[in-house]
């Protein structure tokens, strides 16, 4: 054995002589100290850096991010020629969610995180902070029914915008949801809707001969003018003796 190879036994047999399985009491050694230690900005913090003043910084203008969505109409919710809203959700993003049915099951997920609180499980604008805000006294605050008539046509494009932006005291949830999530609510709140919804024929309840008749329950026509007792609601009237 040359004095070379004895030399690094010795080192080897040195630095493993020293690992027991023990935890060290002695401080580490740090090289690059100021890489050990570094400063940091919170969510929403101050800064004394940059002139606004702010930790969180924008979009650099004119960038495109590699993960970001190109397309404007899944982007923005609008038409880019016309500038009018898209109607229904764009085909790639159920498509790249796996589908309809696994979109709106995403879009139940996210919806009870994030709207639920102010507009309710089933969008009637119920919600725990609303039904707070109520008691109160600040009635400003409670939040539109989706089951109204008006928010029941409009487009897709315009509802997503709104979750992207906000309106009126809801906050913008562009920033906290991703985009295909947005996507994702739309279709659940058009699924509670659609499970909320019902409009009876006028003439429901009652049925009625060919030429418009209303017929009694012994399957006859009522009499002039009668409606067919225990139908729409119309109690049947007692038999005298």
């Known amino acids: 054995m040359t004095l070379q190879r004895l030399l690094l036994a010795v080192v080897l047999l040195a630095a493993t002589g020293g690992c027991r399985g023990q935890a060290s009491k002695d401080p580490p050694i740090v090289p690059i100290r100021n890489m050990h230690q570094q400063p940091r900005y919170n969510p929403q913090g101050p800064s004394a850096f940059f002139a606004d003043g702010r930790a969180m910084r924008p979009l650099v203008r004119g960038t495109v991010a590699r993960e970001m969505e190109v397309d404007p109409r899944m982007l923005t919710g609008r038409v880019q020629d016309t500038g009018g809203w898209v109607l229904e959700i764009p085909v790639a993003v159920v498509e790249r969610k796996g589908g309809s049915e696994a979109l709106v099951q995403r879009g139940r997920d996210r919806y009870g995180i994030y709207c639920a609180p102010c507009h309710g499980l089933t969008g009637d604008g119920q919600g725990m902070v609303a039904i707070r805000a109520a008691a109160l006294g600040a009635g400003a605050f409670q939040p539109p029914s989706f089951h109204a008539d008006r928010l029941r046509h409009v487009p897709d494009g315009q509802i997503f915008a709104t979750i992207t932006h906000g309106i009126r005291n809801m906050p913008p ?28 024929p006028p003439d429901a309840g009652i049925p009625v001969t060919d030429a418009g008749v209303p017929v009694t329950d012994a399957g006859v026509p009522a009499p002039d003018g009668a409606v067919a007792p225990g139908d729409a609601g119309v109690p049947t009237p007692e038999v005298q003796p």
């Open 173 to 200: 949830y562009g920033p906290a949801i991703p985009l295909d999530d947005r996507w994702a609510i739309v279709s659940y709140v058009r699924a509670l809707q659609i499970s909320q919804y019902t409009e009876a």
